[in-house]
Nanobody, 120 residues
């Protein structure tokens, strides 16, 4: 079994910064993609940033130039550095990991989410 746990959310003023972390643990052979999503009240969950095992990244247009995704493959951990935060960034942020288990089967795992609130 695999667990995915996010941390680092909180309350910050507009213009401030936060760093989210997401660590995966369990019967992991390899982790392919690791992504950050967010869901604001009354809205659909949306992809914020994605990173492949090789380090290629992709960002939503709304966060380009402000957010940076990175990962530490040795620690099975992905990070999201969020700068110049805006009130519209307020949401629950979720981590998703595409995990290859020791059985060589591949599954998608979600974390429980971490709240980010940006005050104006």
């Amino acid at each position: 079994q695999v667990q995915v746990v996010e941390s680092g959310g909180g309350l910050v003023q507009a213009g401030g910064s936060l760093r989210l972390s997401c660590a995966a643990s369990g019967n992991i052979f390899r982790i392919n993609g690791m992504d950050w999503y967010r869901q604001a009240p009354g809205k659909q969950r949306e992809l914020v940033a994605a990173i492949t095992s090789g380090g290629s990244t992709n960002y939503a247009d709304s966060v380009k130039g402000r957010f940076t995704i990175s990962r530490d493959n040795a620690k099975n951990t992905v990070y999201l550095q969020m700068n110049s935060l805006k009130p519209e960034d307020t949401a629950v942020y979720y981590c998703n990991a595409l995990v290859v288990l020791t059985t060589l089967s591949e599954y998608s795992y979600w974390g429980q989410g971490t709240q980010v609130t940006v005050s104006s």
